[in-house]
């Protein structure tokens, strides 16, 4: 009886602190977390993985998986996990009993080989070996899953621009996709490419100068003057499959791609209409937003060498500013960090926007890490003025939608997109 008595008053006393901690700092069920990773960077590499589940780029517990075992920061055990795990689903895919298996797992092996790459410096020899890993894994899930393609290899300059071709209905559009300042062609599969290709498109997937195979073996860099090498392509496509002349053509361009296809649709006549997927308005003003005030001010006043001194400083404490400035020399060129951004002040669509005729689409996420700061939405708000038409579509925290180019809801973008080109008369 008395043992009774003791835990009722125990109870009690238990109930009577819950009630004053939910008066004191509000009753609610504890909440999930958004962020994979501490770091930004490693947080939205991570969910763009992830996010490229939708389209069997990865499997969700692998990823939580490999991101467990990842401190906060440690870019050499990036590389050691995600490559590993690469790894394995290549060994699965090597003892599957069925083709779907092994091309579901090669997909994968392909994506997780491109991430464990991403923060690996040019010089490293591993990066152009887990490459190559990632573009033969991709190529033989293409060949297991039975998917009609074609891989061309199109002259351009003193290099050679591959693209995968994959025809679709008679009736539909070619969307020619072309990745950004980091992305991979076979990444574009999992951003749009087989979005499309499952509805029935036409795709063309190229990689252009500073991407890809044409940085990392060919050291052929970015152009501005991207209306060549898309000029290229549909020369290449078009003889190859006269068919394609009466089709109708929309570039798709993902990331900095968004600003090299926005410039080739200011150029290219052939072109009916442009997506600009992610894209920033001017590339100086999104990389300079990744650096303090002052280095703007220095760099804007021509003061090369304390901004050079800053940059270098915040390189070896920031991931996102090391990462971009080797990936940028490395693909746009410069021997110092303000060298590299005086070239990239050429991709930009401040000087060709009002030269677009064809219809345009812009995605633009509200949290977006290199875009969303304050200035490059308003100008995305005035510009295009001599489009056919100019549509900028938001996509907002609250639908999971607003991280750069949509990581983690992608489907939410393809949906986006194939509605507008229905809206724009593309689609019948």
Not at 2 to 9: A, G, I, N
Not at 90 to 103: C, F, L, M, N, Q
Not at 131 to 145: G, N, P, Q
Request: overall charge positive; aromatic content about 12%.
């Amino acid at each position: 009886m008395l043992f009774h008595k003791r835990s009722v008053m125990i109870a009690i006393s238990v109930i009577a602190a819950a009630a004053v901690a939910c008066i004191a700092g509000g009753c609610r069920r504890g909440r999930g977390v958004y962020n994979l990773f501490k770091s930004d960077s490693f947080h939205y590499q991570a969910l763009r993985t992830l996010g490229h589940s939708m389209y069997q780029g990865s499997a969700p517990g692998e990823v939580l998986s490999v991101i467990s075992r990842i401190d906060d920061q440690d870019e050499d055990e990036w590389y050691s996990q995600w490559n590993a795990m690469g790894e394995k689903c290549e060994g699965w895919a090597a003892h599957a009993i069925d083709p779907v298996t092994r091309g579901n797992a090669l997909l994968r092996a392909s994506n997780y080989y491109r991430t464990s790459e991403f923060f690996l410096p040019p010089d490293d020899a591993r990066k152009l070996r887990v490459y190559d890993r990632s573009v033969r894994s991709f190529r033989k899930a293409l060949t297991e899953l039975g998917v009609p393609h074609a891989i061309y290899e199109i002259p351009y300059e003193s290099g050679k621009m591959t693209t995968y071709y994959f025809r679709g209905d008679a009736d539909k559009p070619l969307v020619i996709v072309c990745g950004g300042f980091d992305s991979t062609n076979e990444e574009s599969y999992f951003w749009i490419g087989k979005a499309l290709i499952d509805r029935g498109y036409s795709v063309a997937m190229f990689e252009g100068p500073g991407q890809s195979g044409m940085i990392r073996h060919q050291n052929i860099r970015f152009t501005p003057e991207w209306h060549k090498p898309v000029g290229k392509v549909i020369d290449y496509l078009t003889e190859r499959n006269p068919s394609i002349r009466s089709q109708k053509k929309i570039l798709f361009g993902i990331s900095l791609g968004g600003v090299l296809m926005g410039r080739a649709a200011a150029r290219e006549s052939r072109i009916d209409g442009a997506a600009l997927f992610g894209s920033p308005f001017d590339f100086l003003d999104g990389a300079l937003f990744q650096l303090p005030s002052v280095a703007r001010t220095l760099f804007h006043n021509g003061h090369r060498g304390v901004f050079n001194l800053l940059a270098r400083i915040k390189r070896r404490i920031s991931i996102t500013t090391r990462w971009g400035l080797n990936n940028g020399m490395m693909s746009m060129g410069g021997n110092t960090p303000y060298d590299f951004l005086v070239i990239g002040s050429q991709y930009t669509l401040k000087d060709v926007h009002d030269k677009v005729r064809c219809p345009v689409l812009v995605f633009y996420g509200e949290r977006d890490l290199f875009i969303s700061d304050g200035i490059q939405d308003v100008m995305f708000k005035k510009a295009f003025q001599n489009a056919r038409s100019y549509t900028l579509k938001t996509f907002p925290f609250v639908d999971g939608s607003s991280e750069h180019c949509q990581a983690g809801a992608i489907e939410q973008s393809a949906m986006v997109f194939i509605h507008w080109m229905k809206d724009q008369g593309f689609v019948r």
